[in-house]
């Protein structure tokens, strides 16, 4: 079987993706999820996606994908949401956790094995005992200001994922915020003490009552779900710094062994809207809400996100997703004739050996257009071969499981609920044949425009009306 290869941020090169000697074929994905102050935008997505076709390809490849995603639903923001619309932080953040799986269905994620979320009160304990441990062999001291801060100091190899310059930073600098620049570099916060602000929010602790600094959530979450050695772990390229580099030194200075916390880091680049980054801050950002409710489909969004390359500049815009669907359609058009071709023919022809160029192409670091080129390859040579009558029924069939599998990974086919014919439409198809059996062609083609409203395509053939999905 091929080995998939990936650019490792922490090696800025391409490496095999091996699992540990003694794992078998299983290998462990942790992908940083969203913060649940608001509802994630499509760029977040961009993320999630990248990280499912990565997630569906090792599957291909006959990997044991154990994948966890965090919920951080508890933070500066969170807090702040809460506060000022006047709620408890659980009532806050419920509604965008549960926005945020409707949304990851309708863009066809798989399911997480988990999802932690930071306030569960084993994670907690987790931080807890994880700084404590900190604490102990001298990584973390408590500050005047009720605190406790990760020792930069006492890491040297902090600074090894972003590539990051220690010298000539002065130690003891500290920052309690979680997001600072590489210039600021200092000693991060495990553990904020609690401030009037934080209102309820706050659990009890050895240094006094407070709450997690986010690096620490994903770093308890993270071990806690998957073990001190984890294969794979994902984000966007804004994680890179501070908070991998944060996960790193935290994982690394208080685990048991000596394996690295993280042997593969990947990270997708942005998702940019007129050249800056798609972000609530900058208020450039759509959800897939906003998508869906102008007329979008998450299949489109999905294919949009998915059919760039994931460290490559992706550029939100609404011709993007209107090539999507065009794409979309040819492709839906494309895997009906096949089954008009391949009938009830049971046996199968394999299509041509370049076909597996497919997955290959996605063995090279998820070289999706080199893959989707092979897919429009095989769609317009086949096409070219049943305008002439010449493909068989059972090369049809056998292109139509090389399609399945294609579908595993890519997931762009047809939404079920598509090909099911409401009874409406059903009606309409009946009054117009009836319509057309008594030469009413006008009548005809008014039912014709009210079922093409409804989102499907009448063609008369031979045998009758043909009803298509429009
Ligand atoms: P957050 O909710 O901000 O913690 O972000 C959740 C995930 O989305 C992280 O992996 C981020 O790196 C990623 N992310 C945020 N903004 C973008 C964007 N514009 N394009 C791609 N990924 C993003
Ligand atoms: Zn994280």
Redesign the pocket.
């Given at each position: 079987m091929p080995i998939p290869r990936c650019y490792n941020t922490l090696t800025r090169s391409l490496e095999a993706i091996q699992p540990r000697v003694g794992e078998g074929q299983k290998l462990s994905l942790y992908?940083?999820?969203?913060?649940v102050y608001a509802h994630?935008?499509i760029?977040?997505f961009?993320?999630?996606v990248f990280e499912d076709l990565l997630q569906r390809h090792l599957q291909e490849r006959g990997f044991i994908v154990r994948r966890v995603m965090n919920l951080?639903d508890v933070d500066d923001k969170t807090i702040r949401g809460a506060h000022a619309a006047g709620i408890a932080l659980s009532d806050y953040t419920r509604p965008f956790k549960e926005a945020f799986f409707q949304d990851s269905k309708e863009l066809r994620l798989l399911p997480a094995e988990a999802y932690p979320a930071a306030t569960d009160p084993e994670q907690i304990v987790r931080m807890i005992s994880m700084i404590g441990t900190l604490m102990d062999r001298g990584h973390a001291y408590q500050a005047e200001d009720g605190s406790v801060y990760f020792r930069i100091a006492s890491f040297p190899e902090y600074g090894k994922l972003a590539h990051v310059d220690l010298e000539g930073q002065r130690p003891g600098q500290r920052v309690a915020s979680d997001e600072y620049d590489k210039e600021a570099v200092a000693d991060f916060a495990l553990w904020k003490a609690w401030v009037a602000e934080d209102g309820a929010v706050g659990w009890e602790s050895p240094w006094g009552k407070g709450r997690p600094g986010w690096h620490i959530e994903c770093s308890a979450m993270a071990t806690g779900m998957l073990g001190e050695a984890i294969d794979i772990h994902?984000?966007?390229?804004?994680?890179i710094f501070p908070h991998h580099e944060a996960e790193i030194a935290q994982c690394e200075c208080a685990r048991h062994g000596q394996e690295p916390f993280v042997r593969y880091w990947m990270?997708?680049?942005?998702?940019?809207v007129e050249g800056s980054?798609?972000?609530?801050s900058a208020g450039n950002f759509f959800t897939l809400r906003d998508l869906l409710e102008k007329g979008w489909t998450g299949r489109e969004v999905r294919y949009a996100l998915l059919a760039v390359h994931y460290r490559g500049a992706l550029n939100f815009t609404m011709e993007g997703l209107a090539a999507a669907r065009t794409a979309l359609a040819r492709l839906d058009a494309w895997r009906e004739r096949l089954a008009e071709t391949a009938g009830s023919e049971t046996a199968t022809v394999a299509p041509d050996a370049a076909t597996e160029g497919f997955f290959t192409a996605l063995d090279d670091d998820l070289n999706i257009s080199s893959a989707l080129a092979v897919l429009f390859e095989t769609l317009r040579e086949s096409n070219r071969r049943m305008d002439e009558k010449k493909l068989t029924p059972p090369q049809a069939r056998g292109l139509l499981q090389w399609l399945a599998r294609v579908d595993g990974v890519l997931a762009l086919e047809p939404d079920a609920s598509a090909a099911v014919i409401s009874a409406e439409v059903e009606e309409l198809v009946d009054a117009r044949a009836a319509a057309r059996e008594a030469k009413e062609w006008k009548k005809s083609d008014a039912i014709r425009d009210q079922i093409a409203a409804l989102g499907w395509t009448v063609k008369d053939t031979k045998d009758g009306q043909k009803i298509l999905r429009s």
């Open positions: 992908t940083c999820g969203p913060t994630a935008h760029g977040n961009r993320a999630y951080t994902c984000g966007g390229v804004d994680n990270h997708c680049a942005h998702l940019m980054k798609m972000a609530k």
